[in-house]
């Protein structure tokens, strides 16, 4: 049987975003992440991350910076949970290089599906960005949530009427489990 899966970006849904987070000090955890986390581990849900990280493109930081970060967050994560991401996904291109794996492209999701044998019916993606909700579409990931946090507040209006189908609107992280509650079944 094929798993189901949330897919969730890290900066701005995982921790502050700051812009180009690279350092464990600066790597704050959102309020209510955890609770998120939990709600969907209990749910059966595989836990994946798929982030942008231009970053290391752009010669910011390096590869073993983002693994070192991604260590810390996993450690601080399964301290509060017992559990914690099952797979994490990254793309190290610049927008300039035109990579596959870049939001709004699929690649990155699309690896974690084949890697894990994922039911694309069945699963979700969490994003502050309208290019996360574009690239869960472009894998066909049933269910998106735009987060609309203090940073972007990138509005669900500006998808396309294909995009916008089984795609709602949080605030805070909290309520994205009344959504899940009220409109997965
Ligand atoms: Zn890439």
Redesign the pocket.
Known sequence: MDLKAVFFDRDGVVNKDFGYVYKQEDFIFLEGIFEVLEFFKKRGYLLILVTNQSGIGMGYYTIEDFKELSQYMQKEIKKRLRFNFDGIYF???TAQ?E????KPNP?MIQKAIKDFKINVSESILIGDRIRDIEAAHHAGIKYKILLQNAVYQEDIKTLTKENIEYCFQAKYLKEIVNIISNEVR
Do not use: M, N, T
């Open positions: 793309c190290p291109h290089e990579c596959l794996c870049r690649g």
